[in-house]
Nanobody, 127 residues
Framework: QAQLEESGGGLVQAGGSLRLSCAASGQTFSNTAMGWFRQAPGKEREFVAG????????KYIDSVKGRFTISRDNAKNTVYLQMNNLKPEDTAVYFC????????????????????WGQGTQVTVSS
């Protein structure tokens, strides 16, 4: 069974940067679609970014386009979320997720399709 562990969260001022990492273990990682989600207090969990397991296809929610970049290193079983020009509205707990059944080129947006989730890492952006 796959396990995911996020790291890299913290407190940063508006305009700053953070890089989140999600380390996977327990199963073959190279053929799983990966995603980052976030949940702010009092709000529902939302998709932030996703990456396919083949072809490097990516998707982002509109509010982070041009600021966040998702990438993966299959040799290290790790997916990253580089977050630049952070804003207070980016404050949330960030979760990574893995979908073992996705087609190679597909970016999975729905949280219901993901099979494994990490515990989350807190990102706080001060104004």
């Amino acid at each position: 069974q796959a396990q995911l562990e996020e790291s890299g969260g913290g407190l940063v001022q508006a305009g700053g940067s953070l890089r989140l990492s999600c380390a996977a273990s327990g199963q073959t990682f190279s053929n799983t679609a990966m995603g980052w989600f976030r949940q702010a207090p009092g709000k529902e969990r939302e998709f932030v970014a996703g990456i396919s397991w083949a072809g490097g296809h990516t998707k982002y929610i509109d509010s982070v386009k041009g600021r966040f970049t998702i990438s993966r290193d299959n040799a290290k079983n790790t997916v990253y979320l580089q977050m630049n020009n952070l804003k207070p509205e980016d404050t949330a707990v960030y979760f990574c997720a893995a979908d073992r059944d996705a087609a190679p080129w597909r970016v999975v947006v729905s949280g219901r399709e993901y099979d494994y989730w990490g515990q989350g890492t807190q990102v706080t952006v001060s104004s």
